[in-house]
């Protein structure tokens, strides 16, 4: 029997053509096939660079098609100083005698605190005019992680949170978190309003054990406590009393702790396996053990992570303050970055490294530089992110009494931006109207996606 | 010396040496005499502690006895039953006297009763127990230090602020004072509104100095300020306003008989109270000269001039006249340009000598403005029960409806000059205080949301950390406790609130909980260590149950009143007591450790 029977009375129509059900199911098989072979995905590749090149729409789709998968955060906790690492201005009387080195990419100088970094700058794209009205740092800590400035009514939910809930039905069961910081502060990344299931689950130096996974007692003794636990005491406790869905919950936490603590997935949380030359390739310090296993976990399917580096809030001594901490970020991120790409994971992986604020253009009589908001820099890398992008520049000489608009910055992006492009990268409809507890509408992003980085 | 030792035989050598006063054995002796010293000097001290613990301030005691707080009580009650046959709702009966010892000693101390004060208590008659346990805790300092903790949360919020001018701890520790010496509540408000000076020097100070901001010269964020002072002392939500005007009803202003939603410009002529503000390195001023606040207000190109105003009663603005009657200001445009068509009274700064914001805070806490008092007595209620009588805490209608009881304690707070103690210990009187979390019946959500049984709420992590640590102890841990535990706990709690999370200023929220944090109860550090048996501690709980010539069972109700201030039942005795017969120190830690990360040690209810 054939398809169309009709056909046969369309003098257009080319009989060649005709299908059959069972060619139409075989040629439907062998096309299924191709879709698996390397010319698929260069065809793919090919189609996507086509629509790269349309309209930002179509740009858009494109993204939805094959979004990046996870995010990992290096979180610069306290405020790094734009001049002494990604946007020095040599010789000017901001840089108060900073030095700058080439980089791989032509015209583009980082500081020379960051020789790693500096050669692999055609992965990273750079945007060097980020602002924010928040020059406190827990309000403008609030303000990076959620986009959104902090507001007395509600908490808002870091950018992992948002994204974790946002993509939930596309994550398998697995025992680990999805949302994990490692060493973690106290301001590291929280649900909000979306929920306590969303804060990131903190761990610390990843040279010591999962904090809190390894029982006290013998496993007798834990199963003892357990039953105790979930058998004798809760159910007296929940006898004759109205449930709430917090309360509710809590058999469910207990259970999925326990699955934790004697699950073998816990392995992505450790670097002891990893050569003592692999760590030195890391800077062999807790911040590089961190960036191994954001690496691991990446690895293992977790879907967002943070990797906290603190100690960047350069008051006084700042030129040294500067040094020392990019001593540590530059070799862990330089090998995290290689890693990733060595294992096929820079592709759908995006790496966001940012502080809350940058730091004055003026060194104070301390040595130190201030808070400063007005112009910073914030990188990405991977997750489809063209590398060897710049965007946005800063004065080299701002006066540092003038704020905000007044200032002689070029294509500035408040922070809100950041947040609408990564969370377009990650396929997540950032103009989404989710209705808070609070019973206000409100977007998952108020900002404007930074066209030039997807170009 | 040589010489004479050589003489001597061994045996009366040792003998003269030892008697001889070397540096070496003088620092011996002394170190023993100080340790001995120390030691007398702590028992002396836990002996000084058991005894203050039964010498209650008799004025205190006076004022927490029922028979003095009849009227109001009994108004208090008649409401909300009235609200239970409407609804058709059963209350609970009321709960046991230790179920709301724990619950009195979690709200104003942020811990469970000792087992010391369990059975101080318990030597009482029944008719005074609650009394006295109440008048005890209104003199415990942990009561002024936690409840001063609690309203720093809301007032200043919970971090550590502009660093240069924001001394956070000094706040909280002028607050206890308050709190201790029982001041009006609208003093304090209006100590904390006038405050005037160094922020380290004067704690109130400290209230504006919060709301600097260190990217515009340690500036006082103004809208921050009228934010803040809108939600905890009107009790109104009007944040909105800061940006344009209301068109979702959210805000309500005007009278009763013409109420009208609020304006932009409503925020900002309060704002303008707080414009005259000056931080300066020799402190906290008034610009009695300044110019009048200005603002672009939404559709404008150019800034506004706003005179200060009040969005309701007007009335009540401006000083006292010989009669006790307010004078109205009259309402003035002498140096603004007033873009809104509203009733407002204003204030101009440029004619008058009083500081702007001391005229608003003699507004705010005038007798006839409610608002300010409901706000309060709606923050106490959420204090006391886990869960406001009006959520969000610090959003209440300005005309009403207000649910039962409200207008009753309001109106009590009012007459009685604005008494926290006496407002404490109506609520802790008042029959929802008392009414069972469980009930013979089916309970429903109308239930909880009547007050027909009480409502059961997730305690804070400073509450959890204080329950853990008061279960490594028999007797209570207060300032009487040693210097050494005390820090001991400080430094154990800091750490176990780093690692749970803060709320911040957002308390009453209700979260659930995160694996991290169950992770933290079952095998955290503290929850660990603090109730094992380790060198180091010698006197906690465990060792010195296991050494109570107690029977199993015996132990497994100790424990149960402990943790949890109640006993445990048939069955749960019988499911525990045989391994504690058994296995006494390992039942006991393991005991410990699962009633501490049950729901019922870590929920109030």
Redesign the interface.
């Known amino acids: 029997m054939t398809i169309h029977s009709h056909s046969h009375s369309d003098p257009n129509c080319q009989s060649a053509w005709h299908l059959s059900r069972r060619s139409w199911l075989h040629s439907l098989a062998w096309g299924s096939a191709c879709w698996l072979t390397p010319l698929a995905e260069t065809l793919g590749r090919i189609h996507h660079e086509d629509l790269q090149r349309d309209s930002l729409a179509a740009r858009q789709i494109a993204r939805r098609l094959r979004p990046a998968k996870s995010l990992i955060v290096i979180w610069l906790q306290g405020g790094p100083s734009q001049l002494e690492t990604f946007d020095p201005h040599p010789g000017s009387p901001s840089a108060e005698g900073s030095l700058a080195i080439p980089t791989r990419v032509p015209n583009l100088q980082f500081s020379d605190n960051l020789p790693l970094l500096a050669e692999r700058a055609d992965r990273l794209s750079i945007i060097r005019s980020v602002t924010s009205e928040e020059g406190d740092h827990e309000r403008a800590i609030h303000n990076m992680m959620t986009g959104y400035r902090p507001e007395p009514t509600l908490i808002h939910p870091a950018l992992g949170s948002v994204i974790c809930h946002a993509t939930q039905s596309w994550d398998n069961a697995t025992d680990l978190p999805r949302h994990v910081s490692i060493l973690a502060t106290g301001q590291s990344s929280r649900g909000g309003y979306l929920g306590p299931q969303y804060d990131a689950f903190r761990t610390y130096d990843p040279a010591n054990r999962v904090p809190d996974v390894e029982a006290r007692v013998d496993d007798p003794r834990f199963q003892r406590r357990l039953q105790w636990l979930t058998q004798v005491v809760e159910p007296e406790f929940q006898r004759g009393r109205l449930s709430n869905p917090q309360l509710a919950a809590t058999a469910d936490t207990i259970r999925q702790a326990t699955r934790l603590m004697s699950s073998e997935q816990l392995a992505a949380f450790d670097v002891t396996g990893v050569s003592p030359t692999e760590q030195k390739r890391y800077g062999d310090t807790a911040f590089g053990r961190g960036c191994i296993a954001a690496t691991q976990l990446i690895q293992a399917g977790v879907r967002c992570v943070e990797v906290t580096l603190p100690g960047w809030d350069s008051h006084a001594n700042n030129h040294t303050f500067q040094r020392n901490n990019c001593a540590i970020l530059d070799p862990a991120v330089a090998a995290m970055l290689d890693d990733l790409a060595a294992r096929e994971l820079l592709d759908s992986t995006l790496v966001l490294i940012a502080g809350e604020f940058g730091r004055t253009p003026k060194l104070n009589v301390a040595g130190g530089r201030d808070h400063w908001p007005h112009g910073f820099s914030v990188v990405l890398a991977g997750g489809g992110i063209q590398g060897g992008r710049v965007i946005g520049e800063t004065d080299p000489a701002p006066p540092i009494e003038k704020t905000g608009s007044r200032l002689k910055l070029v294509d500035p992006h408040p922070v809100e931006n950041l947040h609408a492009t990564i969370l377009h990268l990650m396929g997540i409809d950032y103009q989404e109207v989710i209705q808070t507890p609070i019973g206000r509408p409100l977007k998952i992003s108020e900002g404007q996606i930074i066209d030039q980085l997807l170009s | 010396m040589t010489n004479s030792s050589s003489n001597s035989s061994p045996g009366s050598s040792s003998n003269h040496a030892a008697s001889v006063a070397t540096p070496a054995n003088w620092l011996g002796q002394l170190a023993f005499v100080l340790i001995l010293l120390t030691g007398i000097a702590y028992l002396l001290q836990q002996s000084l502690a058991k005894t203050a613990l039964r010498r209650i301030d008799p004025r205190i005691l006076t004022e927490v006895q029922r028979p003095g707080l009849h009227g109001t009580l009994a108004t208090l009650d008649e409401a909300f039953a009235h609200a239970w046959q409407t609804q058709h709702l059963e209350p609970t009966p009321p709960a046991d006297d230790l179920t709301i010892m724990r619950r009195l000693s979690l709200a104003l101390t942020g811990m469970p009763p000792s087992l010391e004060q369990i059975r101080w208590s318990e030597s009482l008659p029944d008719s005074q127990r609650l009394e006295q346990y109440l008048a005890h805790l209104l003199q415990d300092p942990r009561t002024h230090d936690y409840l001063a903790e609690r309203l720093a949360r809301s007032w200043v919020g919970a971090?550590?602020?502009?660093f240069v001018v924001f001394r956070r701890q000094r706040f909280v520790t002028w607050l206890s004072d308050q709190l201790q010496q029982n001041r009006p509540y609208d003093q304090i408000v209006r100590d904390m509104l006038t405050a005037r000076g160094l922020w380290t020097d004067h704690g109130p100070v400290n209230f504006f100095s919060a709301q600097a901001?260190?990217?515009?010269d340690n500036r006082i964020d103004l809208v921050r300020v009228t934010?803040?002072v809108s939600?905890n002392f009107l009790g109104m939500?009007i944040?909105c306003l800061q940006c344009h005007d209301d068109f979702t009803g959210g805000t309500e202003f005007g009278t009763p008989s013409e109420p009208r939603e609020g304006l932009q410009t409503d925020f900002h002529r309060l704002a303008s109270f707080f414009g005259q503000i000056q931080l300066a390195p020799t402190g906290l001023h008034d610009r009695l000269n300044a110019p009048t606040y200005a603002v672009e207000l939404l559709g404008d190109v150019e800034p506004t001039r706003l005179t200060a105003a009040v969005p309701y009663g007007q009335d009540w603005v401006g000083p006292p006249s010989d009669n006790g009657a307010s004078a109205a200001v009259a309402a003035t445009t002498a140096d603004s340009v007033t873009t809104a068509p509203d009733s407002a009274a204003t204030v101009d700064s440029t004619t008058n000598d009083t500081p702007l914001r001391q005229t608003f805070a003699q507004w705010l806490t005038h007798r006839e403005n409610r608002p300010f008092a409901r706000a309060m007595v709606n923050r106490v209620w959420g204090l006391m029960f886990g869960k406001p009588l009006v959520e969000?805490i610090d959003n209440l209608p300005l005309h009403g409806p207000f649910p039962p009881g409200l207008e009753e304690l309001t109106d009590d707070f009012i007459a009685h000059d604005y008494n926290l103690r006496r407002l404490i210990t109506l609520i802790a009187y008042s029959r929802p205080f008392a009414a069972d979390?469980?009930?013979?019946h089916e309970?429903?959500?109308a239930?909880?949301q009547h007050w027909a049984?009480f409502p059961?709420s997730?305690l804070r992590p400073e509450q959890m950390a204080g329950t853990i640590s008061q279960a490594a102890s028999l007797v209570a841990l207060d300032d009487s406790t040693h210097i050494v535990t005390q820090l001991v706990r400080f430094g154990e709690e800091l750490d176990f609130l780093?690692?749970y999370?803060?709320l911040?200023?957002?308390e009453f929220?209700?979260?659930?909980?995160?694996?991290?944090?169950?992770?933290?109860l079952?095998?955290?550090e503290m929850a660990?260590?603090r109730l094992?048996v380790q060198d180091g501690l010698p006197f906690n709980s465990v060792i010195q149950l296991e050494r109570l010539g107690q029977s199993p069972a015996q132990i497994v109700e100790l424990v149960y009143l402990i943790v949890l201030t109640r006993r445990p039942?048939p069955?749960?005795v019988a499911?525990?007591a045989p391994?504690i017969a058994e296995e006494r120190r390992?039942g006991i830690?393991?005991?410990l450790?699962?009633?501490i990360?049950?729901?019922?040690a870590l929920?109030n209810?």
């Not at chain 2, 971090?159 to 502009?162: A, Q, R, T």
């Open positions: 971090e550590s602020g502009p901001d260190p990217d515009q934010g803040r939600r939500r944040d969000p979390s469980r009930g013979s309970l429903t959500p239930h909880q049984c059961t997730k780093t690692r999370g803060d911040g200023d957002q929220e209700q979260d659930g909980e995160t694996v991290s944090q169950r992770l933290l079952l095998n955290g660990t260590q094992r039942t069955h749960e499911a525990i391994v390992a830690e393991d005991l450790s699962v009633l990360n049950s729901s019922e929920w209810h």
